[in-house]
């Protein structure tokens, strides 16, 4: 197995880690292998819906209708 080492954390990152970690009954270091085996090896699946319904509201169905755009024929060159 491979060790990680994690520098420079912010306080409040390391103090949540530690909680956290005391609400699951377990070490900072087991917690934050947890944490990275979720976010890495097992992320949520999520259903289509859910996708479709994080996806941002960008406008009206208008905005996205085709206009037609009517071009004189341009003669072609010999």
């Known amino acids: 197995m491979a060790n990680l080492i994690v520098r420079n954390i912010d306080d409040d990152i390391a103090d949540a880690l530690k909680a956290q970690a005391r609400r699951h009954g377990?070490?900072?270091?087991?917690?934050?292998?947890?944490?990275?085996?979720?976010?890495?090896?097992?992320?949520?699946?999520?259903?289509?819906?859910?996708?479709?319904r994080e996806m941002p509201d960008v406008g009206t169905d208008e905005d996205f209708a085709r206009r037609e755009e009517r071009h004189a024929a341009e003669p072609f060159d010999d």
């Open 26 to 52: 377990i070490s900072a270091e087991a917690e934050h292998r947890r944490i990275l085996a979720q976010a890495l090896i097992h992320p949520k699946k999520r259903t289509f819906l859910e996708v479709l």
